[in-house]
């Protein structure tokens, strides 16, 4: 069984910045692609980044793209979401999943999943 834990997310007004975490236990967390995730209330959830098991594939949701950046820490078993210039559309609960896969922008390729943290940008 793996765990994945999310952390970090709060009220930020626009332009600044959080940076999230996501701890894992349970497997090897290297084996793992990571992703983060973001749902906002009437939404789908999205994709919003995604990073291969080594840290050397990325990949950024359109809407991200520029703003944010994924890594991963494997002596630590934590994933990141560093979180720049924020805007009133990023306000959304955001979650980090892990898959077996390569790494991947479908919801449905991930089996593990957070909690999600709530992430609130104010104008």
């Known amino acids: 069984q793996v765990q994945l834990a999310e952390s970090g997310g709060g009220l930020v007004q626009t332009g600044g910045s959080l940076r999230l975490s996501c701890a894992v236990s349970g497997r090897t967390f290297s084996r793992y692609s990571m992703g983060w995730f973001r749902q906002a209330p009437g939404k789908e959830r999205a994709f919003v980044a995604g990073?291969?098991?080594?840290?050397?594939?990325?990949h950024y949701g359109d809407s991200v793209k520029g703003r944010f950046a994924i890594s991963r820490d494997n002596a630590k078993n934590t994933v990141y979401l560093q979180m720049n210039s924020l805007v009133p559309d990023d306000t959304a609960v955001y979650y980090c999943a892990a898959t077996d896969y390569n790494v991947s922008n479908y919801r449905y390729d991930y089996k593990y999943w957070g909690q999600g943290t709530q992430v609130t940008v104010s104008s």
């Open positions: 990073i291969s098991w080594s840290g050397g594939t990325t």
